[in-house]
RNA sequence: CGGGGUGUAGCUCAGUAUGGUUAGAGUACCUGGUUUGGGACCAGGGGGCCGAAGGUUCGAGUCCUUUCACCCCGACCA
C-alpha cells in the first residue's frame, strides 16, 4: 500500500481518556477509534492485524481436527431460559424485542447456541467427539468497560466447544487444546503462562486461564518459581509450611486484652508472630433468594481469598458486613473466635485444622483465649481452604516458592461436563444404545484482547512493536525526499519487488520529511523500514529494525536480498 | 450500582471563582512559497448551536435546575 493513500490516522496526542499504552498507542497510531463506551472501530491496521491472529487460530484449530462454524450473533432468549442463564447473567446481557415482540439477545457466549446446533444432530457416540468452533464479535454489557480493546463491551473472540462420550476422552481435548493454545501464543511471540483458574459461576470441573504477563493486567497469578505451576490468586493454593515461627506456648486460658481488636494489636500486646493469632472476617453472603452473616477464620498472617470464600458457601455474592451487623446477632467486633462459636455459620481455613496455641477472640467484650487448640473441633467445624496464598508461600508441587505476577486473561479453557447438555435435553446414544448427555469442554480465546496484549508486551516510548507474525505490514520502504528522482525510482523499484515476492510492504511516498516519517514509522511499528536516504548517492540505503531502533547500513542492490532474509 | 472527575474546533486544552463587543491557543487540515536525515519555516485560509433541554438576566461558555455522555476508583466480570 501506498502511505499516501491508505487510511491510517496518526497523531501526536492521544485522547485524552486513553489509559493503558495498547490503547493510546494503538488510537495514536491508527489502528482503531473509540465509539461510545466499550465500543471500538477497527480501522485498516487493525483489521490486518486481527486477520492475522485469527489465521494462526484457524492453522492450529485446524491441525486438532477442530471444525470452523458460525453461530448468529443474535440469539433468541428461549434458549438462555432454557439453560436458566438468562437471569444469573443479568444486566450483562443485552436484551431487545423484534417487530414481532419476540425476546432476542446479543451473544455474550455461545454454549447454549452450540449445543442447540448439535442436539438431535449428533446422535450418536460414533459421531463423537466433535469441536466446533467460531470467531466472532460477541457482546457484554459490562458495568465498567475500561482499558481500550482490553475490557470492550464489544469484543472479538474465539469460542470452541467440544463434545465427548466420555470424561477421559474430554481430558484428551482439553489437553489438545490447550497444547494448541500455548502454540498460538509462542506464534504471536507472546510471554505467556498457564494457570489454574477458578472455574466461577459456569461450573464444571477443572479450568485453566491463559495469561500474558504484563504489569498493566487486571488478575494476579501465583507463579512457582521452580516448576510449572501457576494459577490464579482467586484459586491458587500452597503447601502447610515447614519453617514455622516461635509458637507462645501457653496453657488454655481467657486474658483480658481491653481495646485489642485488630491483628496488629493483638501481635503487639502478646508479642506474638501474626501466623498464631486467628483473625476473624465476617461477610454477608447472599444466596439466590436469602442473606446471611457468614464468619471467616484464618491465620492472622493470611488475608480472605473472596472467590475462595464464595465458592465454599455456594454463594451468589459476598459484601463486608457492617459492625452494626456483628452486634445485632450478638457478636463482638474485634474479639470473635472460633470456639463455642453459635452466632453465626462459620468457615475455618483448613490451614488451622488441628492448629494449637492459638490466640483467638473469647466472644466476649476485651477478652481473648490463649493456648487454644482447635482439634478440639475438628470434627464438627467445616474447614475449607479460603486463604489468599502469600508471595514467599511453597508450591504444592516441588519446593518452590510462590511470587506474584499481574496478567492479561486472553484465553480461558473449561471443562464443562454435562451442565449445558442436562440443561438443553442434548443427548447421543451410547454403545449400548442407552441415552447419554453430552460431556462437553469449552475453550475461549480472546481475539481483539490479543491485539492490545501483543502492544502491552511490545512497545516502547516510541510506539508500537509488532512481532513478525502479528505485523500489519512487514516492511516500511521510506523515501526519505520524494522529490529526488533517483530515491523515489529506487523506492518504487524496491516496493515494486517486494510486493512480487509475496512480502506485505508499505511505501512511504508522502512529501513530508524525513523525522516525521520517521517517527511515524516507529510509531505504527513496522517491523523493518527501509530508508532510502542522502547515502543513496553512494549506492547505500539503511535497513531500521524496529525493535532495537538500530540502522544498518546496506547497498542498495543488495538490500532486497537482506531484507527477505530478515523477515 | 456506590464514590469522584470531565464535556469548548478533527485532536490536546485555555477561558467559567467575579456574566459584558464578533469565543481563543497549540496541533491537524486547505492554498502558495521556501525547506528535505529525527514530528521544519513564512504568508494566507476554512473549521464551533461552548454536550443537550429549560430557567434567571438588558446580556450566559460563565449563574440556577434537569438530563445525557465519557473517564477514573470500587463492586461486578462464562
Known amino acids: 500500500m501506498r502511505r499516501s493513500k491508505v487510511f491510517i490516522p496518526t497523531s501526536k496526542d492521544a485522547p485524552s481518556d486513553a489509559q493503558l499504552v495498547s490503547h493510546i498507542f494503538l488510537s495514536r497510531a491508527g489502528f482503531v477509534s473509540q465509539n461510545a463506551a466499550g465500543l471500538y472501530n477497527y480501522m485498516p491496521l487493525a483489521k490486518r492485524v486481527i486477520r492475522k491472529i485469527e489465521n494462526i487460530i484457524h492453522e492450529e484449530m485446524n491441525n486438532i481436527g477442530a471444525q470452523e462454524v458460525e453461530l448468529s450473533f443474535v440469539t433468541p432468549a428461549s434458549l438462555w431460559e432454557e439453560s436458566g442463564r438468562m437471569e444469573k447473567f443479568g444486566k450483562e446481557l443485552l436484551r431487545f424485542r423484534d417487530r414481532k415482540d419476540n425476546l432476542f439477545l446479543l451473544g455474550p457466549t455461545h454454549e447454549e447456541m452450540m449445543v442447540d446446533l448439535v442436539r438431535n444432530r449428533i446422535t450418536s457416540y460414533k459421531q463423537l467427539p466433535m469441536n466446533l468452533y467460531q470467531i466472532k464479535t460477541k457482546f457484554r454489557d459490562e458495568a465498567r468497560p475500561r482499558f481500550g480493546l482490553m475490557r470492550g463491551r464489544e469484543f472479538t473472540m474465539k469460542d470452541g466447544y467440544s463434545f465427548h462420550a466420555s470424561e477421559e476422552d474430554l481430558n484428551r481435548e482439553f489437553d489438545a487444546v490447550e497444547a494448541s493454545y500455548k502454540k498460538i501464543l509462542s506464534r504471536l511471540g507472546l510471554d505467556f503462562r498457564v494457570v489454574e483458574a477458578d472455574s466461577g459461576a459456569i461450573g464444571g470441573s477443572a479450568s485453566k486461564e491463559i495469561m500474558v504477563i504484563a504489569d498493566s493486567g487486571e488478575d494476579t497469578i501465583a507463579i512457582c518459581s521452580k516448576c510449572e505451576y501457576g494459577a490464579n490468586i482467586e484459586a491458587a493454593t500452597r503447601s502447610v509450611k515447614t519453617e514455622l515461627p516461635e509458637a507462645p506456648e501457653a496453657a488454655f486460658n481467657k486474658f483480658q486484652t481491653p481495646n485489642v481488636k485488630s491483628i496488629e494489636e493483638l501481635k503487639a500486646f502478646f508479642k506474638v508472630d501474626a501466623y498464631y493469632t486467628i483473625k476473624c472476617v465476617a461477610k454477608k453472603v447472599i444466596y439466590d433468594e436469602s442473606s446471611e452473616i457468614v464468619l471467616f477464620f484464618l491465620r492472622g498472617s493470611d488475608t480472605l481469598q473472596d472467590v475462595k470464600a464464595m465458592n465454599a458457601t455456594e454463594a451468589l455474592e459476598i459484601e463486608d458486613a457492617s459492625e452494626e451487623e456483628l452486634t445485632k446477632i450478638g457478636l463482638f467486633p474485634g474479639f470473635v473466635g472460633p470456639l463455642d462459636q453459635d452466632k453465626a455459620k462459620h468457615v475455618?481455613?483448613?490451614?488451622?485444622?488441628?492448629?494449637?496455641?492459638?490466640?483467638?477472640?473469647?466472644?466476649?467484650?476485651?477478652?481473648?483465649?490463649?493456648?487454644?487448640?482447635?482439634?478440639?473441633?475438628?470434627?464438627?467445624?467445616?474447614?475449607?481452604?479460603?486463604?489468599?496464598?502469600?508471595?514467599?508461600?511453597?508450591?504444592?508441587?516441588?519446593?518452590?516458592?510462590?511470587?506474584?505476577?499481574?496478567?492479561?486473561?486472553?484465553?480461558?479453557?473449561?471443562?464443562?461436563?454435562?451442565?449445558?447438555?442436562?440443561?438443553?435435553?442434548?443427548?447421543?446414544?451410547?454403545?449400548?444404545?442407552?441415552?447419554?448427555?453430552?460431556?462437553?469442554?469449552?475453550?475461549?480465546?480472546?481475539?481483539?484482547?490479543?491485539?492490545?496484549?501483543?502492544?502491552?508486551?511490545?512497545?516502547?516510548?516510541?510506539?508500537?512493536?509488532?512481532?513478525?507474525?502479528?505485523?500489519?505490514?512487514?516492511?516500511?520502504?521510506?523515501?526519505?525526499?520524494?522529490?529526488?528522482?533517483?530515491?523515489?525510482?529506487?523506492?518504487?523499484?524496491?516496493?515494486?519487488?517486494?510486493?512480487?515476492a509475496g512480502v506485505e510492504v508499505m511505501i512511504d511516498d508522502r512529501k513530508d520529511r524525513f523525522g516525521f516519517k520517521m517517527k511515524d514509522a516507529e510509531l505504527i511499528g513496522f517491523p523493518y523500514t527501509v530508508i532510502i536516504g542522502k547515502e543513496l548517492v553512494n549506492g547505500n540505503v539503511q535497513i531500521f529494525t524496529r525493535a532495537t531502533k538500530e540502522k544498518d547500513d546496506v547497498s542498495a542492490d543488495n538490500v532486497f536480498k537482506s531484507i527477505m532474509e530478515l523477515i
Open 348 to 500: 475455618i481455613d483448613e490451614s488451622l485444622r488441628g492448629a494449637t496455641n492459638m490466640i483467638c477472640g473469647a466472644n466476649e467484650q476485651d477478652y481473648h483465649f490463649v493456648g487454644a487448640d482447635l482439634s478440639v473441633i475438628s470434627d464438627v467445624a467445616y474447614f475449607c481452604d479460603i486463604a489468599q496464598v502469600n508471595e514467599g508461600d511453597s508450591c504444592t508441587h516441588c519446593e518452590g516458592e510462590l511470587s506474584f505476577s499481574k496478567g492479561i486473561e486472553v484465553g480461558h479453557i473449561f471443562k464443562l461436563g454435562t451442565t449445558y447438555s442436562k440443561a438443553l435435553k442434548a443427548e447421543f446414544l451410547d454403545e449400548n444404545g442407552k441415552a447419554q448427555s453430552f460431556i462437553m469442554g469449552t475453550y475461549g480465546m480472546g481475539v481483539s484482547r490479543l491485539v492490545a496484549s501483543v502492544v502491552e508486551q511490545h512497545h516502547d516510548e516510541s510506539g508500537c512493536i509488532w512481532t513478525k507474525a502479528t505485523a500489519p505490514y512487514m516492511v516500511n520502504v521510506m523515501v526519505s525526499n520524494i522529490k529526488d528522482e533517483e530515491q523515489m525510482k529506487m523506492g518504487e523499484d524496491l516496493y515494486l519487488k517486494l510486493q512480487v
